[in-house]
């Protein structure tokens, strides 16, 4: 008998016939009777106190049903720290102070989009502007503006990491290095925008559809700072067009959309437009990042200290966890005999920076590999072998950090120089970088403080065999509602097309923290693999006392036939069984629950994928253009579920990360975002794209559902890096500034040549 | 502004609306024939994920004005498949994973059958050229080219 029936082969999305015929119904195509569009008033000033707001002109245009500003909130102060009651502290609808552009004032609910848009021109706002910081090492001076009362010097967190004698590891170094980087940010650029509809009934009862990582937490903070019960709030989100950690907070449309169908009794719409998009929603945090590292003269390393100061913009957002997880991977995939990590968020008069996927790590990874390539030129060692001697190991424990079970990064760096070999003597001007990664699969972080578990799932048996799976996580386009029903058709022992999938509203499903940091897979997998298991023993109790066996045989269910396992042929069909059991149950449908929490795994996550990646990169030397030829990954993600989602992930996150490694940037004038569209910022393109190579390292997870762990947000990690090197290859340039853009490569090719020249004639 | 009436034909299916002059062809489409298959990523023409087919040419639905198409035909996603029987290109990305959160899909569907409509065996530049315009944050378009490459090879035939 196979090993298994459904998982490890390429199967087709569950949701993909409706995505290629255009049925499948996202928020933004959500349309009800009665309903309202809303547009939201944003905040022209970096920062600026709010003197008066004067809506009356706007409410009496024509077509305008409401206008609200912070005076008809609550007031107050969200985020998802409901752990930490300080780091809540965004209004969304700002009553006071404004501390970014594009921080919402005011929205306006409108017959239509073009009566809405002229209110939002109406209403008179009277700002009194303050003194703006932009730059966090300029934020953290004695006389800087401050920009909340509680962070003195703006600082918004701390975050501190050690284990080893790290001064005492630096004596015994044969060669110190110390680099600065800067790391720069990055916008999501989710295709579909976030957008939301809500509608308030008169009984008291919010329902909201929206585009969104994680139904639960919005419901949840939606009741929270709408002064609701949790679960007189409903939140429905059955498509979402893109995420990659941008939808997971409370946003402005899911919030003013709310606060004006509460006044209203109607449905009411908001849909940003890309340059809301841009300019007011989240980013990945931008670092400065100062690194110093010991290693021995052979290669081995010693001790490593980071010191991060990070632009957090206006508010806390996500970007503590992006502060911590920058600091922990900064030590990955490699053994620090000692290391410390010092990180600062620092508040700036700038659009909130946070989650995007990779969660810190892509930062981390650049400044690491790029540091270790440059400490193995010094030391005259190749760049697979002094990672090789350096790299993490299955049981090696990260201190009081983390514990790896499995961890294929050898395997990795073997496949990665086979291919390099492979590919010989390179033509001029191409050099092939490598970067080498891990990432978690799933955080052991409740700073949301939910009462329940991480994940739940439930799964019904009916009558005609159709199983009925509830999940409460969420596809963003990752693929996790076919990997969820793969996980529960294996383990139930019937086919793809028996399981009928329900997620994407809290009103029927069992609350799933969402999907980011590479949760999914591992979290609802474990809980959906239980639901399915005790569905399972459910019937096959039926099944054992029917077939009456000796005892010492035990039964399992494999595509649809219920057997004895060491003799398969002695079994009944999945369906009879299923039938009969129902009966024999006073009519009652099978029922298996499951759950999961990690307990007792460290600090981070209970499993972490690794994977090496190499980059082949040509560069013209007239003009500094960087042209992407090849990305071969090998990638150790457990017991892969299915190849053609693991595949999809890997090359998006390589688009995405290429992006952030030379093409993507948001250049700010006093808090002022100048490239907020799709013509000036600059995301990969089909042309760009290099050939793609996947080589799958299979190993087995002992936490993970059939041994599988994450799969989509690591892949992110090592393309910056990897193309940085593989430039310092091609060219001999080390470029330690995000993005390496052409111009910066010409004018380091051009001081390069100065300097030779002048070497020379000296 | 006093509205006019658009004649055209869509996926097929003759439509008679009054319509304010200055709106688009992606909101007409969207919101007044509820064909919500066309998406809209941006508005300014960036990201091509409106893409429909006006008299055979490929267009983006939010840089027309809906009285540009009067007396025109229009074909949008919804007019690829034969009721439950898919086209090639729809069953080609299917099996290549061309998608995932799907909401770049259609644009990208539609340029791909422009692409084919007029140049049946493209090389692999003219197909990257074909989807340049179509911005997809989720694939890395390499599953895309490899799903058009498939069809324009000839391994998908209409099903009969």
């Known amino acids: 008998m196979k090993k298994f029936n459904v998982i490890n082969t390429p199967v087709h999305n569950i949701d993909g016939i409706a995505k290629v015929t255009g049925r499948a119904i996202y928020t933004f195509d959500v349309s009800m009777p009665h309903m309202l569009y809303g547009k939201i008033l944003r905040s022209p000033y970096p920062h600026a106190k709010i003197l008066d707001i004067d809506t009356s002109k706007a409410e009496k245009l024509p077509g305008v049903k409401a206008v609200v500003t912070g005076k008809d909130t609550l007031g107050k102060k969200q985020g998802i720290w409901r752990r930490f009651k300080e780091l809540c502290d965004e209004e969304i609808l700002a009553r006071e102070i404004v501390r970014y552009i594009g921080e919402p004032v005011a929205a306006v ?40 009362e509680h962070a003195e010097r703006n600082i918004n967190v701390t975050r501190h990491i050690e284990w080893g004698d790290v001064d005492e590891a630096f004596k015994k ?85 709310a606060l004006l169908s509460m006044k209203l009794c109607k449905p009411v719409k908001i849909v940003l437009t890309r340059e809301e998009e841009f300019m007011a929603t989240k980013r990945r945090t931008p670092m400065f990042y100062y690194l110093r590292t010991g290693v021995k003269k052979d290669g081995k390393f010693l001790a490593k200290e980071a010191r991060v100061f990070t632009d957090g913009g206006a508010y806390t957002a996500m970007g503590a966890t992006a502060l911590y997880l920058t600091g922990f991977f900064q030590a990955f995939p490699y053994v620090w005999p000692s290391y410390r990590y010092d990180g600062y968020r620092v508040y700036t008069n700038a659009p909130p920076s946070s989650a995007m996927r990779g969660f810190g790590a892509p930062q981390a990874t650049f400044c690491a590999e ?24 299955p049981g090696y424990e990260v201190p009081g950090q983390a514990w790896i079970q499995s961890c294929g990064l050898g395997e990795c760096l ?35 403080d939910t009462p329940y578990a991480f994940s739940a799932a439930e799964v019904r048996i009916n009558i005609d065999g159709k199983v009925d799976l509830y999940i409460g996580s969420q596809d963003m386009g990752q693929g996790s509602n076919t990997t969820l029903s793969m996980i529960c058709a294996e383990e139930l022992g019937v086919r793809l097309e028996d399981i009928r999938l329900h997620m994407g509203d809290t009103d029927v499903c069992p609350v799933d923290l969402g999907a980011w940091g590479s949760r999914e897979t591992l979290m609802q997998g474990n809980a959906v693999k239980m639901a399915a298991a005790e569905a ?20 399992d269910i494999k595509d649809r036939w219920i057997h004895i396992i060491a003799r398969p042929e002695r079994g009944f069909s999945y369906f009879d069984v299923v039938k009969e059991a129902i009966r024999g149950r006073n009519g009652q449908t099978i029922i298996g629950r499951g759950h999961y929490t990690p307990h007792r795994k460290g600090m981070i996550s209970p499993a972490y994928s690794f994977g090496v990646q190499a980059v082949e990169a040509e560069v013209d030397p007239d003009t500094g253009k960087i042209k992407l030829i090849n990305c071969v990954t090998a990638h150790d993600c457990g017991q892969v579920i299915n190849p053609l989602g693991v595949k999809g992930q890997l090359e998006g996150a390589i688009a995405m990360a290429a992006g952030y490694g030379f093409t993507e940037d948001l250049p700010m004038d006093e808090g002022k975002i100048l490239n907020p569209n799709l013509v000036d910022y600059k995301v990969m393109r089909a042309a760009e794209m290099p050939e793609t190579e996947v080589i799958e390292i299979e190993t087995y997870e002992p936490e993970g559902p059939f ?30 500034n995000l993005p390496i853009t052409s111009e910066k490569v010409l004018d380091a090719l051009r001081e390069k040549n100065k300097t030779n020249k002048t070497n020379k004639t000296n | 502004m006093e509205k006019q009436l658009l004649h055209m034909t869509v996926n097929g299916e003759e439509y008679e609306v009054y319509i ?88 990208m569907l539609m340029s791909a059958t422009a692409l084919l409509n007029g140049n049946p065996n493209p090389t692999k530049e003219e197909i990257k050229e074909s989807i340049h315009g179509n911005i997809c944050r989720c694939t890395g378009y390499n599953s895309i080219i490899r799903a058009i490459t498939s069809v324009a090879e000839g391994k998908y035939t209409e099903e009969k």
Not at chain 1, 383 to 390: C, D, G, Y
Request: net charge negative; glycine share 10%; with cysteine.
């Open chain 1, 109 to 148: 609910a409108a017959n239509d989009e073009d009566a809405a848009e002229e209110a939002l021109d109406s209403i008179e706002v009277e700002y009194e502007p303050l003194p703006g910081v932009f730059e966090p090492l300029e934020a953290i001076k004695e006389d800087a503006p401050q920009l909340h």
């Open chain 1, 370 to 393: 790029t540091q270790i390539d440059l400490i193995a030129k010094e030391l005259g060692i190749d760049p697979i072998e002094i990672r090789r001697k350096n790299m993490m190991y």
């Open chain 1, 414 to 448: 073997d496949k990665i120089e086979e291919w390099i070999k492979l590919r010989g003597k390179l033509p001029p001007n191409r050099g092939i970088g490598i970067a080498a990664y891990g990432f978690m699969s799933g955080g052991i972080f409740n700073w949301f």
């Open chain 1, 173 to 257: 170094a044969d060669y110190i290095r110390e680099d600065w980087f800067r790391v720069s940010s990055q916008a999501h650029v989710c295709m579909e925008t976030h957008c939301a509809v809500a509608d308030y009934s008169p009984e008291g009862k919010l329902t909201v559809w929206t585009s969104t990582q994680s139904h639960y937490y919005i419901k949840v903070l939606l009741a929270d700072i709408l002064g609701l019960r949790e679960n007189d709030v409903r939140v429905i989100s059955r498509y979402t067009g893109g995420g990659f950690g941008s939808k997971f907070e409370l946003d402005s449309a899911q919030f003013c959309s």
């Open chain 1, 536 to 555: 399972k023993r459910q019937i096959i109790e039926f099944a054992a006392a029917k077939l009456g066996p000796n005892i010492v045989y035990d039964l």
């Open chain 2, 20 to 107: 304010k002059p200055k709106r688009l062809l992606v909101e007409v489409l969207r919101d007044e024939l509820a064909l919500t298959g066309t998406k809209r990523g941006c508005n300014t023409g960036a990201c091509c994920a409106c893409t429909v087919l006006l008299d055979g040419a490929v267009v983006k639905s939010c840089s027309v004005l809906a009285m540009q198409a009067d007396g025109a035909e229009i074909t949008t996603v919804e007019g690829l498949a034969d009721g439950t029987k898919l086209n090639p290109l729809q069953r080609s990305f299917l099996d290549h994973g061309a998608y995932q959160c799907g909401f770049c899909t259609s644009g």
């Open chain 1, 707 to 736: 041994g599988a762990k994450e799969a989509g947000e690591g892949l992110t990690n090592p393309t910056a890096g990897a193309l940085g090197n593989a430039v310092y290859h091609a060219t001999g340039i080390s470029i330690k």
